[in-house]
């Protein structure tokens, strides 16, 4: 069964340094999402791309942020000068079209900690 | 804003036992529900979701029914299995606000014990 992969599962990293995120979404599928969930909180929407442009981004995906498409697979996230508020899952999901009722596929997620 | 509030877990149940996760939501529009579910080590998955009110979704022996009236997407199985230990999570999708991102609860965590 397809499924979106995301890597590494779990990364550590220095507060300022930058970190990239990577995720393969599912082949067919054209819509793409980060979203994260810091620890004992809510599951935030971060941003979408679709036709290899941001769609839709929510106030948390600042100039901090920035999502890639560098090939016809990977899809990638990247937080510059990683702050200690930036730990959390991350996951990344994909969508064959964008809609209210269609399914998103999440990947398993990735834990970053920033000490 | 759409926000979604679902019940604190985490919630400790006896296999067999009977299930109910609370899901109450805000939204400006006409939303979409969803139950997600993320067991142990993977992604979260949909369990299962509803489009309009009244409209049950169902999966798994879990059911879910839209009701407008209350704003509330109560997660119910009636008879739960070890293997159902995870975490749930409600979700809405608003169209009529322009925002089909997903928002999400907190979730809540089950444990289900032989």
């Known amino acids: 069964e397809p499924e979106v992969t995301q890597t590494p599962s779990h990364q550590v990293t220095q507060m300022g340094q930058e970190v990239i995120l990577r995720c393969v979404p599912i082949s067919n599928h054209l819509y793409f999402y980060w979203y994260r969930q810091i620890l004992g909180q809510k599951v935030e929407f971060l941003v979408s791309?679709?036709?290899?442009?941001?769609?839709?981004k929510s106030e948390i995906f600042d100039d901090q942020f920035s999502v890639e498409r560098p090939d016809g697979s990977n899809f990638t996230l990247k937080i510059r000068s990683t702050k200690l508020e930036d730990s959390a899952m991350y996951f990344c999901?994909?969508?064959?079209?964008?809609?209210?009722?269609?399914?998103?596929?999440f990947g398993q997620g990735t834990r970053l900690t920033v000490v | 804003g759409d926000s979604v509030t679902q019940m604190e877990g985490p919630v400790t149940l006896s296999e067999e036992a009977f299930l109910t996760i609370n899901c109450t939501y805000t939204?400006?529009?006409?939303?979409?529900l969803f139950w997600y579910v993320q067991y142990p080590g993977e992604g979260l998955q949909l369990l299962l979701k509803?489009?309009?009110?009244?409209d049950k979704g169902s999966n798994k022996g879990f059911e879910a029914t839209y009701r407008k009236e209350t704003t509330s997407f109560h997660l119910e199985k009636g008879s739960v299995q070890v293997s159902d230990s995870a975490v749930y999570f409600c979700a809405l999708s608003d169209h009529n606000s322009g925002n089909t991102p997903l928002v999400f609860g907190k979730g809540t965590r089950l444990s289900v014990i032989a």
């Open positions: 509803a489009t309009k009110a009244d």
């Open positions: 791309f679709y036709n290899n442009e941001i769609s839709e």
């Open positions: 999901a994909s969508s064959v079209y964008e809609g209210v009722s269609t399914e998103a596929f």
């Open positions: 939204a400006t529009g006409y939303p979409s």
